[in-house]
């Protein structure tokens, strides 16, 4: 199940299941989002990234929606296993900025 | 090369010390970035270099001081801390800066970080 309060926000599922991290983002001006994952003692790893212009790009076990009419992103990691076990944060750049800004983030815990 | 290397990966510090964190990337990348991240908190902009000239500080104040000696180094100078400076400062870097353009030259390499503890 999901919490969502003080703190980091956190999905727990069983290995073997399909997980899904959501995403809010701010601006509806942006026009690329990244999904980053945080390992325990590790920078941000670069997972997926989407354009604006497209609505859904899959990779390696891992898709990404994108629904820009409620400015809404997610994740969607199939057969998770104990190794995604992260943090998620989701990141738009903003057009006209030099910058990408990060999402509060999602903390996944995968149990064997 | 496809990384970035931060060192120290642990300082302790007390408020008076000054004492510097570096970062190094092999990977041509021209803009070279320095974040904050607090404990369950997502990074946070602090400095932006773009071909070795500061781009952006995010009002960051003067006792953090970067420094890009070239395009492969990127330094954090640390003077008179406060104790609410502990955090895990992270660098990354960028084929370019972005301009908002949707390209992968936007996307950030991250090092494994640098945890500070001011004491």
């Known amino acids: 199940g999901e919490s969502v309060g003080l703190h980091l926000p956190t999905l727990s599922v069983q290995e073997g299941d399909n997980s899904i991290i959501n995403c809010a983002y701010s601006?509806?001006?942006?026009?690329?989002f990244i999904w980053y994952k945080q390992e325990s003692g590790k920078g941000p790893q670069f997972i997926i990234d989407?354009?604006?212009?497209?609505d859904k790009r899959q990779g390696q076990r891992v898709t990404v929606l994108l629904n820009k009419t409620v400015k809404h992103l997610s994740l969607q990691i199939a057969a998770t296993q104990p190794g995604d076990s992260a943090v998620y944060f989701c990141?738009?750049?903003?057009?006209?900025?030099?910058?990408?800004?990060f999402g509060t983030g999602t903390r996944l815990l995968v149990s064997p | 090369d496809t990384e970035v290397t931060q060192t120290p990966k642990h300082l302790v510090m007390g408020m008076t010390n000054k004492k510097s964190l570096k970062c190094e990337q092999h990977?041509?990348?021209?803009?070279m970035y320095w974040y904050k991240q607090k404990a369950k908190k997502p990074p946070e902009l602090m400095f932006v270099y773009s071909y070795e000239k500061l781009s952006i500080n995010e009002s960051v104040p003067s006792r953090f001081s970067p420094e890009c000696p070239n395009s492969s180094l990127l330094n954090l100078h640390l003077h008179a801390l406060q104790p609410e400076d502990s955090a895990l400062y992270l660098c990354?870097?960028?084929?370019?800066?972005?301009?908002?353009?949707?390209?992968?030259?936007?996307?950030?390499?991250f090092g494994a970080g640098s945890r500070l503890t001011v004491l």
């Open positions: 989407i354009r604006s212009n497209m």
């Open positions: 990354a870097s960028s084929l370019r800066l972005g301009t908002g353009g949707a390209t992968r030259a936007n996307v950030l390499t």
């Open positions: 990141a738009e750049n903003l057009p006209g900025f030099q910058k990408l800004v």
């Open positions: 990977m041509g990348h021209r803009a």
């Open positions: 601006n509806s001006a942006s026009d690329y």
